[in-house]
């Protein structure tokens, strides 16, 4: 039975956990609050690994199969807190919405899976057969799929729930995403005599022309695989009078299910070499970029900028039984595609571990002013993640 105990519960949780400001690689502080709230909903163990992620663990009394139930607990900066009607980080509560930087993304969600386990445990007695981890993993919202690497590694998951907004409803894949640099360089001179250099940007602009005509990829269900320019910079800046030597611009491409890091780059390095044939003084490259973060514990993340993309089809055991398990306990969810990336791209389409999505609150409500989250949102999450746990240890 849900009851009102219970709701508050979750809504103390979702509070405690709002009020405690975490950026990206500065979560301690929100970790130690964590390893106070898995002790009181009585979590077997808690541990944090030497990225700073932390994972509350709660065993069943028989062995089987594992499930992780995965938030991020980084959230975006509030670049201008004058603009917020609540202040970001008291967690005000005002017409059944509790509002705060990472209500959305994702507090609730986390807030939810540590009480919906720790009420399965409960009700169950810890008489089922398996293991529930829930984990507040750092370093998603730059740096996604890369942190929880550590996470699987170390607990080699039978399946994954990510809890980023859904709306409660069930998503079943993603597009990953990749950044692509490219670079073109030239030769300076007075721009009085600019017949004496090579003007990189001029080469740009060629390189970007044909990069516009090549034909993308596409998939129905998750949509095209988009290769976007997303900025350019030249050197010098500011030119003053100098031909610019260099350029470089950088590409956002979504990715479609399959796509491997050759097979992205490899039509951009085509043309590189085409306009090279034809162009004497063109000079290019293209490559993905590169990552680096601190972690609050002093480690270093570092790897290329590319997460790749996820799909299962709604037949999977796994998803139908979830399905049936949110419904039996009446909610009304679809099964979708979320349209942004996860750590998902890390656990399903790294790693090929059974994933799925299911989250509180609307995906749009994520980084804006005034971020909230419905308690009515919460308190289905927390049913929700419950009845899944449950479906999915059935023996
Ligand atoms: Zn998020």
Request: aromatic fraction near 10%; charged fraction near 30%; hydrophobic fraction near 35%.
């Amino acid at each position: 039975m849900f009851n009102d105990e219970k709701k508050e519960k979750v809504i103390k949780v979702c509070r405690e956990l709002v009020k405690v400001k975490s950026y990206s690689g500065c979560e301690s502080k929100i970790v130690n609050a964590l390893k106070q709230i898995f002790k009181e909903n009585n979590f077997d163990n808690i541990f944090v690994d030497n990225y700073g992620n932390i994972i509350g663990h709660i065993r069943g009394n028989k062995k089987g199969k594992k499930i992780l139930m995965d938030a991020h607990i980084d959230t975006v900066p509030v670049i201008d807190e004058a603009k917020w009607k609540h202040n970001p980080f008291s967690a005000d509560i005002e017409g059944e919405r509790i509002y705060g930087r990472g209500t959305s993304d994702m507090k609730g969600a986390l807030s939810a899976m540590i009480c919906g386990a720790s009420n399965f445990a409960q009700a169950t007695n810890k008489e089922f057969a398996g293991d529930i981890y829930v984990a507040g993993v750092v370093h998603e919202e730059c740096f996604e799929g890369v942190a929880s690497r550590k996470i699987s590694e170390r607990l080699n998951p039978d399946y994954v729930i990510i809890g980023e907004a859904s709306q409660c409803n069930l998503k079943i894949g993603q597009r990953g995403r990749a950044e692509i640099v490219v670079e073109t360089y030239g030769k300076p001179a007075h721009s009085a005599n600019p017949d004496e250099g090579i003007n990189a940007v001029y080469k740009m602009s060629k390189l970007i022309n044909e990069i516009k005509d090549m034909e993308m990829t596409h998939d129905e269900e998750l949509g095209g695989g988009i290769l976007e320019l997303v900025d350019i910079k030249s050197s010098p800046y500011p030119g003053a009078s100098v031909v610019p030597d260099y350029c470089k611009a950088t590409y956002d491409r979504r990715l479609l299910v399959g796509e491997t890091k050759s097979e992205v780059i490899e039509p951009i390095l085509n043309i590189i070499n085409k306009i090279k044939k034809e162009d004497k003084g063109f000079n290019a490259k293209a490559y993905y970029a590169k990552g680096e973060e601190r972690c609050y514990t002093g480690e270093i993340i570092s790897d290329e900028r590319f997460f790749p993309a996820w799909k299962f089809t709604s037949e999977e055991e796994f998803i139908e039984k979830s399905f049936k398990a949110l419904k039996d306990v009446g909610i009304d969810c679809e099964i979708t595609y979320y349209s942004f990336c996860t750590n998902g791209s890390h656990y399903a389409g790294e790693k090929g571990i059974k994933t799925i999505g299911f989250g509180p609150s609307a995906e749009n409500l994520a980084h804006t002013i005034d971020e909230y989250i419905e308690i009515e949102q919460l308190v289905k999450a927390t049913k929700g993640y419950e009845a899944m746990a449950k479906s999915l240890l059935e023996e």
